[in-house]
């Protein structure tokens, strides 16, 4: 048995190297239409590490050729299936430049937007990469409707308008959690303006209501009467839009306090 492995192990070792050599030989070869040729197998294979230098040496060899094209968009494909989204779309970009009547340019372009669409940021960080990914992904919906990438597009669109949602109801609470309610209170209130139909827009109002609450009640005596009235109309807008909300009972004893503090005066 032990002989059997080491004679296994032997065989192993020996045609490795062989393997290695071949394919530094085929990188090193002018016989471009072998490369091309392996290149394409590799890639078929999912070797992508391997098919992406062999299309990469060749871009300048098929430049101008029947199979530019094809080069390109593999080229592309097999940098994205390496994970490097940032040369892949650089790939797809350029390739939509240079052949918009070619097979491949719908998927080129879809693939560009995937790339843009991977190389975005969690809500915290910043959300430019989904603003350029929304605009392309927008455009592409209008040009292909019938798409069968639709429904992948609808969901990118989803996330990411979330995303930027989210981004930018934590941004303007942010102002309400250190204490800074006035410039919490702006700050609500252009993100609604923004953004009317927020998926915050719940907590936003409830957060407005809030935010005023406590400038009035941090305020000097004499700024309060006004300051508490703002609370009052600030709850009158958001129990008009959610009668039954959560924050109901919080914003109806803020509501209670303003009214009794105004009604002294």
């Known amino acids: 048995m032990k002989k059997h492995f080491l004679t296994f192990a032997l065989l192993l070792l020996a045609v490795a190297p062989a393997c290695v050599n071949q394919y530094e030989i ?11 040729r392996k290149a394409i197998e590799y890639f078929e294979a999912k070797k992508y590490s391997r098919s992406q230098p062999l299309l990469d040496q060749l871009q300048m060899v098929y430049r101008g050729t029947v199979q530019d094209d094809t080069l390109q968009y593999y080229l592309g494909l097999s940098n994205y299936h390496l994970n490097d989204f940032i040369v892949a779309e650089d790939n797809f970009k350029q390739f939509v430049e240079i052949f918009p009547r070619s097979p491949f340019t719908k998927s080129a372009r879809f693939m560009r937007l995937d790339c843009l669409y991977q190389n975005t940021y969690r809500y915290e960080l910043d959300q430019q990469p989904s603003r350029i990914a929304i605009a392309a992904i927008e455009e592409f919906v209008y040009d292909y409707p019938e ?5 992948v597009c609808r969901k ?3 996330d990411l308008y979330q995303r930027m949602d989210r981004k930018a109801y934590e941004s303007a609470r942010l102002y309400y959690t250190i204490e800074d309610y006035k410039a919490a209170t702006h700050a609500l209130k252009e993100t ?3 953004n009317p139909e927020s998926l915050y827009r719940e907590e936003i109002l409830y957060y407005i209501v809030a935010a005023n609450y406590q400038y009035a009640n941090n305020s000097l005596p004499e700024l309060q009467r006004a300051r508490f009235l703002n609370v009052i109309d600030e709850y009158y807008n958001f129990i008009s839009e959610y009668p039954d909300s959560k924050f109901r009972r919080e914003v109806d004893n803020m509501f209670r306090k303003a009214q009794q503090f105004t009604t002294k005066q």
């Open 147 to 151: 798409s069968e990438y639709q429904e």
């Open 156 to 158: 990118m669109l989803e």
């Open 26 to 36: 085929l990188l090193r070869s002018t016989d471009y239409d072998l490369k091309f």
């Open 192 to 194: 609604l303006k923004e």
